[in-house]
């Protein structure tokens, strides 16, 4: 088992920036691949990051590439996630996610990974 546990969620002005972190306790970090995903109301969850075991391979959505940044310190087994430029619409309750390297499991769906956080909530203001 695997547990995490998110922090840095908060309320920002649209144009600036906030760091999501996620910490991880329970199994060897580095062992997991790790991801971040965004739920509004009213929607479904949605991907919206991931990274590999190192900070080499990372995936982004479209509607955040170039804008947020994931990367990972295996050392104090956390990962972040930086959102620059937010805008309104990125506003949603943001859950980190983890799933073992060793499973072979690939893509960014939401069930492709196995462990989630209880959630911080961002919210962008117009």
């Known amino acids: 088992q695997v547990q995490l546990v998110e922090s840095g969620g908060g309320l920002v002005q649209a144009g600036g920036s906030l760091r999501l972190s996620c910490g991880a306790s329970g199994r060897t970090f580095s062992n997991y691949a790790m991801g971040w995903f965004r739920q509004a109301p009213g929607k479904e969850r949605e991907f919206v990051a991931r990274i590999g075991w190192n900070n080499d391979v990372t995936y982004y959505a479209d509607s955040v590439k170039g804008r947020f940044t994931i990367s990972r310190d295996n050392a104090k087994n956390t990962v972040y996630l930086q959102m620059t430029s937010l805008k309104p619409e990125d506003t949603a309750v943001y859950y980190c996610?983890?799933?073992?390297?060793?499973?072979?499991?690939?893509?960014?769906?939401?069930?492709?990974?196995?462990?989630w956080g209880q959630g911080t909530q961002v919210t962008v203001s117009s």
């Open positions: 996610a983890a799933r073992p390297l060793r499973s072979g499991s690939t893509g960014s769906g939401v069930r492709s990974f196995d462990y």
